[in-house]
């Protein structure tokens, strides 16, 4: 982080706001902001999911159907809530690495406005029309563009901090995230081509679906977690990581080998056996950058007392559970992709098990991380009360690990475990909000901009 | 600024080659697939859909039903659904051709529906199975009407004659009948 603790502009009486921090603030509060309304929404409807019976009165109306529910929890989720968290993350860890002092944050701010309104707008089609035939791509046809343009402007600025930044730094971290963000509207937009635009014949449209989860999945969210987890290791732990020369093959190892891990979950479906093998060979060579990524970030914090260091700072805490429970949903998906092991897992809530690993316990976490060091930099507030993240902390963990366990050991019942679960990560998410929002105000002068809800 | 231009280069190349290797090459090679008679001089399978089958299509999809049920049978020796009795033959692509959304879903919350049509011998069984009233949560109560949800809507009856709709146990040229 920038050692500059220079005033901010000539009207505000909060100097400790650096420059590169204080042009951030707007946009920052925006993107937050929504990110953390869509997590309470998202866990509230995941909660709903959960119940075997949902409360008299709103259980015989369409609209609660299971199948929309759980789109609607799974949009909000994966667009709502790590999008707008990872726009304004990133942005603003691109902008600390390469001193980068944002001119035109207002058309993050737009963006980002018209992202959460297109959101708005599917998550509400959902709801009342009905999800489509694809996860992550069951929202309006006419919402594509839409999202896509907000995405370009919202979205691409850690590119932008990353090409005009006025020092030579270079460091894994800034790839990572460089990487993450250009690959989302690319593969958004081919993937939209792909199902509606000029859809694929029969199966092929199930590929490319495949294709597009699992690139969105490891790619843009899981890409970003780990720049996250490469800058917060080396940051917390005030040393180089382990092996760093290692670095660059374990960032174009597991951007090469990602993308082609997606038929694994397409084995024994009707596709051409070809794609299949591609999908369990691509599972299989990501766990080349698993270990080099494991060596760098595990190596360091397995060094000198590193996880003792970790456990004791919020940010790092969070953080180093999230590179642990990303790095094992990786290698679990390795031994997943086996043909025999997953003729027994296919549809069941294993897979479920996965995506709760590697977005919930991995990049979420990277993000709650993330989040307790930019926070009170960008907003000049400070977090408000210690019980509250001891809170968030042990009711996110305990949920995430509970609702792990309901998928991974017992496959297809979704019984009391997972309500419980759901329940323990509402009570977080409601704790890591109310504080967020008191942290992201508290350093806004009174008559200064809100940030917007949904 | 060498650096940046390969960055941002392999990365996007890093998303595309995956879809060009994958997506476009099973488009290539399933652009010709269309319908097939079982035997020579046979009828085209699988046949047409009746239009209420395809109306039915969209209350599928709606309601979110493929977040429970899948409709595929995988081959014999990549789990037990030939022998659980989920359908005489594996799903071959050929089975989706004339489909305009393909619904092959990932969990199996309810049964698999690939041969529900197969399996469903009436109409009152098939809205039975639509309430839920074996098991499951009974929560499509709204498609239907009467003290005891006896009176199928018109949604219900499209739903209906769309899941009676589908079978694959007809012989196809990848997956012929024994």
């Known amino acids: ?47 709903l999911t959960t119940l075997k019976a949902l409360p008299a009165g709103i259980g015989s109306y369409e609209w609660f159907a299971h199948g929309r529910l759980e789109a609607a929890a799974r949009n909000a989720f994966v667009y709502g809530w790590a999008g707008n968290a990872l726009f304004a993350i990133n942005l603003w860890l691109l902008a600390q690495l390469g001193r980068f ?114 690139t969105v999945h490891l790619l843009w969210l899981g890409g970003s977690a780990l720049g996250l987890g490469y800058y917060f290791v080396s940051k917390v732990l005030a040393r180089p990581l382990h092996a760093y020369y290692l670095a660059s093959v374990a960032f174009w190892t597991y951007f090469l080998f990602a993308g082609w891990t997606a038929p694994a979950s397409l084995i024994g479906s009707p596709v051409p056996l070809w794609i299949q093998s591609i999908g369990v060979v691509g599972s299989m060579m990501l766990l080349v950058p698993v270990l080099l990524i494991g060596l760098n970030l595990l190596g360091a914090l397995s060094r000198d007392g590193g996880w003792f260091r970790a456990w004791n700072s919020t940010s790092l805490r969070f953080i180093s559970i999230g590179i642990v429970s990303l790095l094992a949903s990786l290698a679990i998906a390795a ?11 296919r549809f069941t809530s294993f897979a479920e098990g996965q995506n709760l690993l590697l977005l919930y316990a991995g990049v979420t976490f990277c993000v709650f991380g993330a989040a307790y060091a930019a926070l009170p930099r960008v907003s000049g507030g400070r977090w408000p009360s210690a019980a509250a993240i001891h809170v968030h902390f042990w009711a996110s963990t305990l949920g995430a690990a509970g609702a792990a366990f309901a998928a991974f050991a017992h496959p297809s019942a979704h019984g009391f475990i997972s309500a419980v679960s759901a329940a323990l990560l509402l009570i977080g998410h409601l704790a890591f909000a109310s504080t967020a929002f008191a942290a992201l105000l508290s350093g806004v002068p009174a008559g200064e901009s809100q940030p917007a809800h949904d | 600024m060498k ?10 190349a890093a998303t595309a080659l995956p879809f060009v290797g994958i997506v476009v ?40 039903c493929v977040s429970c049920h899948t409709q595929q049978v995988r081959p014999a020796g990549q789990g037990g659904d030939i022998a659980g009795a989920l359908g005489a033959r594996p799903s ?33 069984d098939v809205h039975l199975a639509i309430l839920h009233k074996v098991g499951g949560r009974d929560q499509f109560g709204f498609l239907y009407s009467g003290a ?11 739903l209906a004659a769309y899941l009676r709709s589908l079978r694959q146990d007809y012989s196809s040229p990848e997956a012929p009948l024994k």
């Not at chain 1, 951030?24 to 909660?47: D, E, I, Q, V």
């Not at chain 1, 460089?178 to 029969?202: D, M, Y």
């Not at chain 1, 031994?335 to 897992?345: F, I």
Request: one cysteine or more.
């Open chain 2, 92 to 124: 071959v692509a050929r089975d989706y051709v004339l489909q305009p959304v393909v619904l092959l879903g990932d969990r199996r919350i309810g049964p698999d529906l690939a041969n529900y049509g197969v399996r469903a011998k009436a109409d009152a």
């Open chain 2, 3 to 12: 650096n940046f231009r390969y960055l941002v280069l392999g990365a996007l």
């Open chain 1, 335 to 345: 031994w997943a992709s086996d043909r025999s092991v997953n003729a027994g897992l």
């Open chain 2, 25 to 64: 090459g099973a488009q290539a090679q399933f652009n010709s697939l269309g319908r097939a008679p079982a035997e020579e001089g046979g009828p085209l399978m699988p046949p047409l859909e009746p239009g209420q089958a395809i109306q039915g299509r969209q209350v599928y999809l709606s309601l979110g």
């Open chain 1, 101 to 214: 002092e944002i001119r035109n944050g207002w058309m993050a701010s737009v963006g980002g406005l018209f992202w959460n309104l297109a959101l708005t707008w599917c998550t509400g089609s959902v709801i009342v029309s009905g999800p489509g035939a694809y996860a992550l791509l069951d929202f309006p046809v006419g919402a594509g563009p839409v999202l896509a343009a907000s995405f370009a402007l919202a979205g691409l600025w850690p590119v932008v901090a990353y090409a005009k930044r006025p020092t030579g730094h270079n460091f894994a971290a800034q790839w990572f995230v460089v990487g993450a963000s250009v690959t989302f509207l690319l593969a958004f937009l081919l993937a939209q081509a792909a199902v509606f635009w000029a859809p694929a014949s029969g199966v092929v449209q199930a590929v490319a679906h495949s294709w597009y989860v699992r």
């Open chain 2, 148 to 158: 005891n949800h006896e009176i199928p809507s018109e949604r219900a009856v499209m």
């Open chain 1, 1 to 47: 982080m920038t050692q500059e603790q220079r005033s901010g502009r000539p009207d505000e009486d909060r100097s400790r706001l650096s420059r590169i921090d204080a042009p951030l603030r707007a946009p920052f509060l925006l993107l937050f902001g929504s990110a953390a309304l869509w997590l309470m929404l998202s866990s509230a409807l995941s909660l």
